[in-house]
């Protein structure tokens, strides 16, 4: 996708390049893209200003004549993480495209691979999550100091439990978001609106959880984790890109509250949905009510989105968990997350949380 120009960001209704129409119905593009990952592709969804505005155009690699379209790469980013794949600043002159929907409703169109790719953010972090919880739980099992196992110390198997906890509520929701996904292409319009919400929240909250577990987990295997013969170091660097991509933080809060003012039966749809673990935990219960209570309330909203978001994604996730997690799992999550018994760090449960079955569920069972 090449969405992104300079003067803008996330604003991609201030693209500046240009779409001029051809006799033969095609198009001419001019102008430059900002960030446009994947440069060697073959086919490019692109954002252009055309005569009847913001529009979205397939701007292919090779013309159907087989010749090169004209897509000159300015240069690659030096990025922090993500080096295998190459993000570019690509120059369009001249550049033949497709117009794909109608002028004019560029965003929309192209909202709908936004949201497939939002997924894919989702899905990403997840793994990361779980790769950062693998690397600490392998690393104590077989590391010993202090006279035994690290994985033996009540205070290290805190925080492994809490690692694993956060990668549990995060996978749960990515395969519940997968299957509303599936769900909406075939045509289940229940399904479709509880992904249009839901995907906003998850991503949002998902992403955002990356960075901090990247690095708790990384500090777990002390200095070797902050070193490059280990993997930590490039999951650390990897793991705040998902939380940019396909909206910052900010602009994924403002896309829920456009949802919640917009589109009720989305709302009707994630109530539903955590709704039906109402009755299984009382601190579930109370949270539930409390959201519903927030997004009652339209005061000062903007200001609210991301402690609203927050709330919404771990209610979620606690509704998931309650349902189709191991009781200790669930149990552990609606005490800390929900009923308020946790700290600002991660290895800050509650004292009476079962801590070993926790991380032995989440150890990988290597030598």
């Not at 500046?16 to 593009?29: F, K, N």
């Not at 055309?50 to 155009?57: E, H, I, R, V």
């Not at 070193?227 to 660097?237: K, L, N």
């Not at 402690?307 to 209610?315: G, I, N, T």
């Amino acid at each position: 996708m090449g969405m992104t120009e300079k003067q803008g960001g996330s604003d991609v209704r201030t693209n500046t390049t240009r779409a001029i129409p051809q006799p033969d119905g095609t198009y001419r593009l001019i102008g430059h893209k900002w960030f446009t990952s994947a440069p060697m592709c073959d086919m490019f969804l692109v954002l252009a200003q055309a005569p009847g505005g913001l529009t979205c155009f397939v701007l292919p690699r090779v013309l159907p004549d087989g010749t090169r379209n004209t897509f000159r790469i300015v240069r690659l980013k030096n990025k922090l993480g993500n080096r295998s794949n190459a993000s570019s600043e690509p120059e369009f002159d001249d550049t033949f495209a497709w117009r794909l929907g109608d002028e004019g409703r560029g965003v929309r169109t192209i909202i709908e691979m936004v949201m497939m790719t939002r997924l894919d953010c989702v899905i990403g972090t997840t793994s990361l999550l779980r790769a950062c919880v693998s690397q600490a739980t392998h690393h104590a099992r077989h590391r010993q100091a202090f006279g035994g196992y690290l994985m033996d110390k009540p205070l290290m198997r805190h925080v492994l439990a809490d690692l694993a906890i956060e990668s549990e509520a995060a996978t749960a929701l990515m395969v519940r978001l997968a299957a509303a996904t599936d769900a909406s292409v075939g045509g289940d319009e229940r399904e479709a609106a509880f992904r249009r919400l839901g995907l906003a929240v998850g991503k949002y909250w998902i992403c955002k959880r990356g960075p901090a577990a990247s690095a708790e987990a990384l500090e777990c295997l002390g200095g070797n984790g902050y070193v490059e013969d280990f993997p930590m170091a490039r999951i650390y660097r990897e793991a705040p890109l998902n939380s940019i991509w396909e909206g910052s933080g900010n602009v994924n809060a403002l896309d829920v509250l456009r949802a919640l003012g917009r589109e009720p039966q989305a709302v009707e749809a994630f109530l539903d949905e955590v709704g039906a673990a109402v009755g299984a935990d009382k601190r579930l219960d109370a949270a539930v009510a409390d959201v519903k209570a927030q997004l009652a309330d339209t005061s000062d909203v903007e200001v609210r989105a991301r402690r609203l978001v927050e709330r919404m994604a771990l209610v979620l996730q606690g509704s998931l968990l309650v349902r189709y997690a191991p009781a200790p799992v669930a149990d552990a999550f609606c005490a800390s997350r929900l009923g308020g018994d946790w700290g600002y760090a991660f290895g800050t449960l509650p004292t009476n949380v079962d801590t070993a079955s926790i991380v032995e569920r989440a150890t990988p069972k290597v030598a």
